[in-house]
């Protein structure tokens, strides 16, 4: 099921929303200009290396800023275009609400904040994932989640494909959309890890999961009016 929009209009332009898809945009297709040896070297020095933090936490060496830095990094960075625009169209139509709800500068806060809780659930679900983990899912997971406790009568028109190959478009309530995509995360993060990885196909479940829970949690503490 892949979601088209919802039916709540936002009463103020959603700026971070709309400069955090600029912002991943330009560097994903800047660094695509590039060769793969260096977009490769980019995404392994700047996204999140979980056996990289376990080894340090380990040995126990001080951490330094460079070691921390691909908590945030790695959520500005895409492995192709799919993924980019994918992860792009989720946070258009789920983060105009909240950033609404939010303000722009608490709106950002709490991105950034769900984005890293997603990096740290990765990482102890993965402690020893050579692979670097890239991508704003965690973070705009965060963002579903409050979506999911801040409008769960929205209706999110969703496209449902058919096997007569003909396209239907439902209005389903956010709060069954969310919880079921929430479900399915916690069910691929459950099954792949116990076969040894949480990275199958690409896909950092646990990264998906602890960014919904963070975003459920703590979207009460960023709101513009608390009520």
Do not use: C
């Not at 406790?149 to 709060?175: D, E, G, K």
């Amino acid at each position: 099921m892949f979601p088209i929009r919802d039916n709540i209009p936002s009463r103020r332009p959603p700026l971070i929303t709309l400069l955090l898809i600029i912002i991943n945009s330009i560097i994903f297709f800047t660094l695509s200009s590039t060769s793969y040896s260096t977009f490769a070297g980019f995404v392994y020095k700047y996204g999140l290396i979980p056996a990289k933090i376990t080894k340090l936490v380990i040995s126990g060496v001080p951490f330094s800023g460079s070691d921390l830095y691909p908590f945030i990094t790695s959520m500005f960075l895409h492995g192709n275009t799919f993924h980019l625009i994918s992860n792009m169209w989720i946070l258009w139509l789920f983060g105009d609400n909240v950033e609404d709800r939010m303000g722009h500068i608490r709106f950002l806060i709490f991105y950034i904040l769900s984005g890293v809780i997603a990096g740290v659930f990765h990482l102890v679900f993965n402690p020893i994932s050579p692979v670097p983990v890239v991508g704003a899912s965690g973070a705009i997971a965060g963002v579903m989640g409050a979506y999911f406790v801040l409008f769960p009568s929205a209706r999110i028109i969703t496209l449902v494909p058919t096997f007569f190959l003909v396209p239907v478009f439902l209005p389903i309530p956010a709060v069954v959309y969310l919880f079921l995509w929430f479900l399915t995360q916690l069910y691929s993060g459950t099954v792949y890890s116990v076969i040894g990885g949480t990275t199958v196909g690409g896909i950092a479940w646990w990264a998906h999961i602890g960014g919904f829970i963070s975003g459920v949690l703590l979207n009460r503490l960023f709101l513009r009016d608390r009520y």
